[in-house]
């Protein structure tokens, strides 16, 4: 198997991880959070979206991604790299401040709502 693919999964596994924590808390946050526990549900989200962000957005992986040949893969394995792929295009599709900023805002705006 490809180290260079290796090294890419391992990252979209970490950020696939770093989701599934923002969506379970995200759920609790619109289920269970009590009105004074949002402060800190927000700082937690926020640092969650960070990680998320910083996890494949960066020239580490823009590198491996550009780098790599699907043609020496599997055909399973192209199909992951096309995902990746795409979630990476699709991630870093918008500039960080922009992801950033919406972040923090539709954060707020759910706890108004």
Not at 11 to 20: G, N, P, Q, V
Not at 25 to 37: A, E, H, R, Y
Not at 82 to 100: G, I
């Amino acid at each position: 198997m490809n180290n260079d693919y290796l090294k890419l999964t391992k990252a979209f596994d970490r950020y696939y991880i770093l989701k599934k924590i923002n969506s379970t808390l995200s759920w609790d946050t619109q289920v269970k959070m009590p009105k004074d526990g949002f402060y800190i549900r927000e700082k937690q989200l926020n640092l969650i979206n960070q990680e998320i962000d910083n996890s494949i957005c960066n020239k580490e992986i823009s590198k491996l991604i550009n780098n790599l040949d699907p043609s020496n893969l599997s055909k399973k394995e192209q199909r992951n790299f096309f995902l990746m792929k795409r979630d990476f295009l699709h991630k870093n599709s918008l500039p960080q401040k922009l992801r950033e900023d919406f972040s923090k805002i539709a954060l707020k705006t759910e706890f108004i709502w």
